[in-house]
């Protein structure tokens, strides 16, 4: 087990190095910050000084090494464009980002797993075939259209719900959230439900397909034989096993939950990472984007290995192979 | 019993001071949300707008545009280059603290330090000396003309404050140096900060201690920036907002059709137009004769374009168009140079025979696509309109991330560009870094190698002349050479379009700060 542990690390350490590399690498090819950053007016001397001020004039190997060796003390630089340190953005704007998140997981959760059985237990039924016709839309509406649909619904034309930001926060500590005043739940509500919305439908088609499967193997088989009733059969032998499988598709779409947050936070204006991020790729905020891309891989490195180990924990075939 | 009548009389006495003073509150929304508190730490003319309702600087621009007395009262230059000011009296911090002249030299010591970002706001200034309590000099580097210009730009920073906050200098990204400046603002203005959440909002109420006559009637501003075009309009619509600026283009219809909105618009400072490279060959027709050094060939390309359609089209009827390089209102400007050559395919084609190119040539077109308003619709409308004349356009949009650099580094071969003179609002602007030729500080935005000796000449000199209509002259000569010349291909003058409900007046300036100073609620 303990073999496992390290060659896992091993593995997440070296895919962390890929990503700092990528994440380096590609900001040279965005754009040059000193031109976000100059005065329309300035003077070749201005620019140039403000790039060897940035370090932009050293070889890029050096600045690469600058890069990892500040990255490990945990110094991700000063923002270009706020001139406050990344690391305090990005801590403000994780508590945005992971409500977002959070709720729409529940969200997706507490809406997809009673659909997805209900269209397996009766598949041909009109309210099943109607949620699978509406779950076609769902997954294949872009985020941002769904989202401005939202607006012009429910701030619009029916005034019931703001079209954009959090609201009011509460400070807890470090900690702001919008969970404990109406406002903030409000506003939290159009944003969820888009951001749920593809996860949703995932969640419901995967509960729907494994019930089916496992509906049709043998112990269900021998459990109706002996004369169970349909509902112990049905959510107490067949759902259990078949939510397998939807909790690790879960676990793993919340990475990906918080890097889709992107296109949800433009279009609801909220103040999270993925805003965070979006701005900073207007301005070529170099320190902020490379700081963003390592938090989200180190995010789904964290996330996979987690995953292995626990498949390991449960299934000792996997221990051997690993 | 009492005791609770006692209560009721005090809490409904509270509720009618409440209503006697009845919170005026503007919301409004912007694209962008400011980078920092920080005056001296950027250079972003959306930011500097948001901090004029915190901080006064010593001199500002009035509702016509006009330089006025703001913290300084009256000046004059004592030597050709050292100006005295005389500092108004009785103004206060938001904190309290007293205005005197040791803040106005520490906040131009802080302005002119290495780390500054904002330091070539203010670059022909050496020093700022106290002479007593309520007079300064400022040392220029020479004479120059454009000091007071320049000085509307410059916020004052309380000395005390920044001494206790340990910002006395600015943040500076290349030591990690980051300041309390960053996130809180003391000043002298209208308004004092509230609160300052980064994408979220930041607001700000009324500072009764003002020194001016207030002509606003507003108590409170909510500043809510929304990035994306169709949410910020749905939250003007929506009741959530009381302004948006911008406005997008495309909704201004709608929005304008709508009896509780109202539209307001004109043309801004910024003016497009396209540069056209002036060095030996082009990258399309490598090993070639530039045909761009050929002033036919330049006459040919600007009546080739049919500025009318872009307007019309393009534009939706909301832009300006012109032939000369700066805006009517910008010292500079000359109507008689506002001319245009007028679209004629035909006139165009035989310009460019005459110049030895009947079957045209090709040419690289360009163009950012999230700079400027419809840049890369335009961008495609000339491309079509010179391809009609023979000249094969190859266009290219790009994000303004990755376009400016290749700009700077001269790597196109026709290209857009906007100016809006900002922050000095003057034509000195353009000849100083687009005209010249790029050294001593000139010519800082032009790296196509266009050059003409006159242009050079008249710029060296409009720059040490403190005679202003002899200043005017100089510079409205050299733009008549550019012109001539055709150094580049004016376009348009881009409009600038807000949208507010109904019941909230605010002035629009062409410089497209918002100025809620100026605002009346009803």
């Known amino acids: 087990m303990l073999r496992l542990l ?32 100059s005065r329309e007016n300035a003077t070749i001397a201005e620019k140039a000084e403000l790039r060897e001020q940035l370090g932009l004039d050293r070889p890029v190997v050096v600045q690469f090494a600058g890069f990892l060796s500040r990255i490990v003390r945990g110094d991700f630089g000063i923002s270009f464009r706020n001139q406050r340190p990344v690391a305090t953005l990005i801590a403000e704007r994780l508590p945005a980002t992971l409500e977002l998140v959070l709720v729409a997981t529940l969200l997706s959760l507490a809406l997809g797993i009673p659909l997805g059985v209900l269209c397996a237990l009766k598949p041909d039924g009109v309210a099943a075939r109607l949620v699978q016709a509406v779950s076609l839309i769902g997954i294949s509406t872009p985020t941002f259209v769904t989202g401005i649909v939202l607006i012009l619904t429910f701030a619009v034309t029916l005034g019931l719900l703001p079209s954009f930001g959090r609201g009011e926060t509460v400070q807890i500590g470090p900690w702001s959230t919008g969970l404990l005043t109406l406002s903030g739940l409000k506003a939290l509500t159009l944003p969820s439900i888009t951001l749920a919305l ?17 509906l049709s193997s ?14 112990h059969i049905h959510f107490t032998l067949a759902l259990r096993n078949a939510l397998m499988p939807v909790i690790t598709v879960t676990g793993l779409q919340i990475g990906s939950l918080i890097a889709f947050a992107i ?22 905020d170099v320190p902020v984007m490379a700081a963003y891309l390592l938090f989200v891989g180190l995010l789904f490195v964290l996330i996979n290995t987690a995953v292995d180990l626990l498949y390991a924990l449960v299934d000792p075939r996997l221990r051997v192979r690993a | 019993m009492n005791r609770i009548a006692m209560l009721l009389a005090a809490v409904s006495a509270a509720a009618l001071i409440s209503t006697a003073a009845e919170a005026k509150t503007v919301r409004w929304s912007a694209p962008t949300d400011i980078a920092t508190l920080d005056p001296f730490a950027q250079t972003e003319s959306f930011t500097t707008s948001m901090l004029h309702h915190v901080f006064d600087p010593l001199v500002r621009r009035g509702r016509t545009m006009q330089l006025e007395p703001a913290l300084a009262t009256s000046w004059k230059t004592v030597k050709p280059d050292t100006w005295r000011f005389e500092l108004r009296k009785g ?98 203005g209208p308004f004092k900060l509230e609160s300052f959440k980064p994408d979220a909002g930041t607001n700000m109420v009324v500072n009764p201690d003002w020194w ?110 012109t032939g000369t390089l700066v805006a009517p209102p910008v010292p500079g400007y000359d109507k008689a140079n506002d001319t245009l050559p007028g679209y004629s395919a ?123 209509p002899k200043r005017r002259a100089m510079m409205v000569q050299a733009l008549k050479v550019a012109k001539d010349t055709i150094a580049y291909i004016p376009l348009h003058l881009q409009p600038v379009a807000w949208a507010s409900r109904q019941g909230l007046d605010v002035p629009q300036f062409p410089d497209e700060y918002v100025r809620l100073w100026f605002a009346q609620v009803k």
């Open chain 2, 91 to 188: 103004v206060k911090f938001h904190n309290g603290n007293a205005f005197t002249a040791d803040d106005v030299v520490a906040s131009v010591t802080r302005l002119l330090d290495p780390g500054a970002r904002a330091r070539g706001n203010l670059s022909q200034v050496i020093r700022a000396e106290k002479v007593d309590d309520f007079t300064v000099d400022l040392v220029t580097k020479g004479p120059y003309p454009l000091l007071l210009n320049d000085l509307a730009g410059i916020y004052i920073m309380d000395k005390e404050w920044m001494e206790q906050t340990g910002s006395l200098k600015p943040g500076n990204i290349a030591t990690g140096v980051s300041t309390a400046a960053s996130t809180t603002a003391i000043g002298t």
């Open chain 1, 263 to 284: 296109v949800t936070e433009t279009v609801f204006q909220w103040p999270g990472m993925g805003l965070l991020f979006i701005q900073a790729v207007s301005f070529s």
């Open chain 2, 212 to 321: 001016d006559k207030p002509e606003h009637n507003i108590t409170r501003i909510e500043f809510k920036p929304i990035k994306s075009d169709a949410t910020r309009v749905a939250a003007l619509l929506s009741g959530e907002l009381d302004l948006i600026a911008p406005a997008p283009l495309q909704d201004l219809a709608r929005i304008g059709a709508n009896s509780a909105f109202k539209v307001i618009e004109e043309p801004s400072l910024r003016l497009i137009f396209l540069g056209l490279s002036q060095r030996d060959e082009l990258k399309s027709m490598p090993g070639e004769k530039n045909p761009l050094k050929d002033l036919k060939v330049r006459q040919a390309l600007w009546q080739g374009i049919d500025l009318d359609a872009i307007q019309k089209r393009v534009m939706r009827g909301k832009s300006q168009n």
């Open chain 1, 218 to 231: 043998d112990y269900i088989r021998f459990a109706r034989a002996r004369g169970l009733s349909a509902r």
């Open chain 1, 6 to 37: 390290l060659a896992r690390l091993g593995q997440a350490a070296l895919v962390m190095l890929a990503v700092s590399a990528v994440s380096f690498g590609m900001f040279r090819f965005v754009g040059d910050p000193v031109a976000a950053l």
């Open chain 2, 346 to 468: 035909d006139k165009a084609k035989a310009l460019l025979a005459e110049a030895g190119y009947p079957n045209g040539f090709k040419l690289g077109l360009n163009c950012p696509n999230d700079r400027y308003i419809n840049d890369e619709a335009i961008c495609v409308a000339v491309a079509a309109m010179w391809s009609r004349i023979g000249v094969q356009t190859d266009v290219k949009t790009e994000s303004r991330a990755t376009y400016f650099p290749k700009q700077d580094r001269g790597e196109f071969d026709s290209f857009m560009l906007g100016w809006a003179t900002l922050p000095p609002m003057d034509g000195f602007s353009v000849l100083s870094a687009l005209l010249t030729a790029p050294k001593d500080g000139f010519g800082g935005s032009n790296p196509m190698g266009y050059t003409n000796p006159e242009i050079e000449r008249l710029t060296r000199e409009a720059a040490v002349e403190l005679d202003e």
């Open chain 1, 198 to 214: 593809y996860q949703l439908t995932l969640i419901m088609r995967l509960v729907r397909s494994e019930l089916i499967d496992v």
